[in-house]
């Protein structure tokens, strides 16, 4: 059975993108352009988390580093890898801060992504 990925990106063209080169790579993968699908971990359970630090939603909502921390301070989620995806330069630290896993700074080629996916699925 295909490992699964929850891809969690705002920007419909990255979301698409790693979307596609996930899939090619043999992976289930589920996005969602907002965090709210974090509601249904229970059935989706996915393998890894790809997580936009910045969504458009973040005014209402956490970001990703905060969703980050939640999901790695709760015994239920603790165990799926969180990979938090940002474009700002100081991404390894807020990464550090939010408990994930790993870190992705955009832009990103694919190479990057299929690496860092390997390494925490």
Known sequence: ??????????????????????????????????????????????????????LTEWKSDANGQQLSRELKT??????????????VNNVAEIAKEGLSDGYLKKPFDLTELSAIVKKHI
């Open 1 to 54: 059975m295909a490992k699964k990925i929850l891809v969690i990106e705002d920007d419909k063209d990255i979301r698409d993108t790693v979307t596609y080169a996930l899939e090619s790579e043999g992976y289930e993968v589920i996005s969602s352009e907002h965090s709210r699908i974090l509601k249904s971990l229970d059935q989706h359970q996915p393998d890894l988390i790809l997580l936009d630090n910045w």
């Open 74 to 87: 709760n015994p239920k989620t603790s165990h799926i890898p969180v990979i938090i995806v940002s474009a």
